[in-house]
């Protein structure tokens, strides 16, 4: 699956980065597009083959997304969004 990652668009908002990926995500899923990772000039060759997206992706049908949120002191989560439809 594309790999995508909002704040890269956005910056860092502390305690809100979380929700505001979580609403990313589900924008991308009901609208149909992926958004890039905004300034990434070259990958590592190590990623050459990974799908990370650098340019928006339009008309996708996107059936669920995963978020995840790493926050300070330790503060991890995980999203799971699927599509009512899919």
């Given at each position: 699956p594309p790999i995508s990652a909002t704040k890269s668009l956005t910056g860092h908002s502390l305690g809100a980065?979380?929700?505001?990926?979580?609403?990313?995500s589900?924008?991308?899923m009901n609208n149909g597009f992926i958004c890039e990772s905004a300034h990434i000039e070259e990958l590592d060759p190590v990623f050459a083959d990974m799908p990370i997206v650098r340019k928006r992706i339009d008309n996708a049908k996107i059936g669920a997304v995963l978020s995840n949120s790493f926050g300070f002191g330790g503060t991890n989560a995980t999203l799971v969004f699927k599509h009512v439809d899919a």
């Open positions: 980065t979380g929700v505001q990926e979580a609403i990313y589900l924008l991308m």
